[in-house]
């Protein structure tokens, strides 16, 4: 298990928790942060950073927000616009930067006003 940006941090990007993170595995797409799942090592340090309370530990998403635990696994394992292979594990973000694309789910993603 690991710790999953939900749908508060679309459109945010505080990048508070990428901080706090000692793994440097908080990668930033174009509209939300992701978490890299085998880079994680669960300790939570990222969970009360987030101004916006958008980080759940995976077992205690949401029901209505699942499909963000699915976007974040894909973030990571298919490829991305612009890229022709899937980021996998690139062993934190550092050289990689700000990514500027998201999974379809997240570009197409409706926030409440």
């Known amino acids: 298990m690991t710790f999953v940006i939900g749908a508060a941090c679309v459109d945010v990007l505080d990048r508070a928790c990428i901080g706090e993170c000692p793994m440097d595995c908080i990668f930033i797409g174009n509209r939300m942060a992701y978490i890299q799942p085998d880079e994680c090592i669960d300790c939570g340090a990222c969970e009360p950073a987030c101004p916006v309370e958008a980080i759940y530990y995976e077992d205690d998403m949401p029901p209505e927000q699942e499909q963000f635990v ?38 197409e993603y409706q926030t409440l006003p």
Do not use: K, M, Q, W
Not at 86 to 107: E, I, K, N
């Open 70 to 107: 699915i976007e974040n696994a894909r973030f990571f394992n298919e490829p991305l616009p612009g890229r022709s292979a899937p980021l996998g594990h690139p062993g934190g973000t550092r050289g990689v930067g700000a990514l500027g694309v998201d999974t379809a789910y997240v570009r």
